[in-house]
């Protein structure tokens, strides 16, 4: 079985000795490593190569699962995804192995466990915003523009004629936005424009 190793640290001051040492000691043919990326990112070089390594039937194999991500949920997902593939999966310190029985079970119990997180935590999410529309409390992102600035920056466009991109900058929005904006406000009030 083909094995490939993975280790990262999140800061360039952070040494790899540990986890090299022990993935090398576990039997790796291949270590792939990230140095100063953050686990809340999915996206590191190391990985990418490593995961472009596996084939089925190899295995990959990390010091502890926090190497590999933060996240629960993306872990799992990425797990089942190199099932998929035929790739089993190795986790040194949490002694998860999904090439054996007990190690696919603990894994299972994991997946439950998350998915488990994710609705309690969609649930408590849709309980707060119901409580804050009760208050009547604003849901979502606040307005890129007041009032106010909206009404001055299409008067800047429509009236005066001034170019979408200069007013948009004088107001710190996207261009787009100021479109939007402005496309709304005509099927608002189809008759004042």
């Given amino acids: 079985m083909k094995r490939i190793g993975y280790a990262r640290v999140s800061t ?3 040494l790899l000795d540990l986890q090299v040492s022990a993935l090398t000691n576990s039997g790796c043919d291949r270590l792939f ?3 100063g990326v953050s686990g809340a990112k999915f996206e590191r070089p190391g990985l990418t190569k490593a995961l472009s390594a596996l084939e089925p039937g190899s295995m990959l194999i990390v010091w502890r699962l926090d190497r590999l ?3 629960l949920i993306e872990l799992i997902q990425l797990i089942n995804e190199l099932g998929d593939r035929g790739v089993e999966f ?13 190690g696919r079970l603990t894994f299972h119990i ?10 309690i935590l969609s649930e408590r999410t849709r309980a707060g ?8 409390q604003r849901i979502g992102r606040r307005p890129a523009l007041t009032e106010k600035q909206k009404a001055e920056a299409r008067r800047a466009v429509e009236k005066m004629r001034r170019p979408l991109e200069e007013v948009a900058e004088r107001y710190g929005v996207h261009p ?4 939007r904006l402005i496309r709304e406000h005509r099927k608002l009030s189809p008759a004042t424009c």
Avoid: P, V, Y
Wanted: net charge neutral; proline share 0%; no cysteine.
């Fill in 12 to 14: 360039h001051e952070q």
């Fill in 33 to 35: 490593t990230d140095q």
């Fill in 90 to 102: 190795r986790s040194l310190t949490e002694a998860i192995d999904t090439s054996s029985s007990g």
């Fill in 69 to 71: 991500g933060r996240s």
């Fill in 110 to 119: 994991m997946g439950a466990m998350a998915e488990f997180e994710r609705a």
């Fill in 129 to 136: 915003m119901a409580a804050a529309r009760a208050k009547g």
């Fill in 176 to 179: 787009r936005t100021l479109s």
